[in-house]
């Protein structure tokens, strides 16, 4: 059975500090890997997904590696500010057609 | 942008009653998903559809039952709700498109008294 785990569970920075959030799964045999940005009270918003043949994604000041021999991803947050304030989820496809399994998620805090 | 719509957005409802929740996507992707968000959970996984009329079981099941008679709806239902089913629920779609991963919906918070 695929398991997730985040750690920490909770980071608090200084504005504009690089910082890694940390994922790691105990298959590595993925389809994919997908990380999420959950806001106080919302819903889950899509930051990056790797599939299971790429190393890595960027999107603007984010940047998500995916390791499956060792069974990790890192989401990199280059400048950080205050808006990514928030709960980082990783989440793993095991394979095409079963369902996302969840890290509990590490809960940013960036103070200004 | 896969748009994925939850009603009702906040529900209170007694310990004993039936509650049905809707989940409605305005494309025609195949994989609907049922979650659960807990404090020290995380998310968990419900129930799913593969398409209509296709169904299975997550890792917490129990005590909910789901129906998918159209593509785009999914429907989630406490047979008879406790109180250990008060949480955020969230539905879920994954769309059809390489690259795209899964789409949330805003949730569904509900209190069971």
């Known amino acids: 059975k695929q398991e997730v785990t985040q750690i920490p569970a909770a980071l608090s920075v200084p504005e504009g500090e690089n910082l890694v959030l940390n994922c790691s799964f105990t298959?590595?045999?993925?389809?994919?890997l997908q990380w999420f940005r959950q806001d106080p009270g919302k819903g889950l918003t899509s930051l990056l997904l790797?599939?299971?043949?790429?190393r890595e994604q960027t999107s603007g000041r984010l940047n998500a590696s995916l390791d499956k021999s060792s069974g990790r991803s890192t989401l990199y947050i280059a400048a950080s500010q205050p808006g990514d304030s928030a709960t980082y989820l990783c989440?793993?496809?095991?394979?095409?057609?079963?369902?996302?399994?969840f890290g509990k998620g590490t809960r940013l805090s960036v103070i200004a | 942008d896969a748009g994925i719509t939850q009603s009702p957005r906040h529900k209170v409802t007694e310990t004993g009653t039936p509650v049905t929740l809707r989940c409605h996507q305005t494309?025609?992707?195949?994989?609907m998903y049922w979650y659960r968000q807990d404090p020290g959970h995380g998310l968990r996984l419900i129930h799913y559809?593969?398409?209509?009329?296709?169904?299975d079981k997550g890792e917490v099941s129990d005590g909910y039952s789901v129906s998918r008679s159209k593509t785009e709806d999914f429907l989630l239902t406490l047979e008879s709700a406790t109180s250990s089913q008060t949480s955020v629920y969230f539905c879920?779609?994954?769309?059809?498109?390489?690259?795209?991963?899964?789409?949330f919906g805003s949730g569904t918070r509900l209190t069971v008294v």
């Open positions: 879920a779609i994954r769309v059809d498109r390489t690259g795209y991963g899964y789409t």
């Open positions: 298959d590595s045999a993925i389809y994919n």
């Open positions: 790797i599939q299971s043949s790429q």
């Open positions: 989440a793993v496809q095991p394979s095409g057609n079963t369902p996302l399994v």
């Open positions: 494309e025609n992707h195949r994989y």
């Open positions: 559809s593969y398409g209509v009329k296709d169904t």
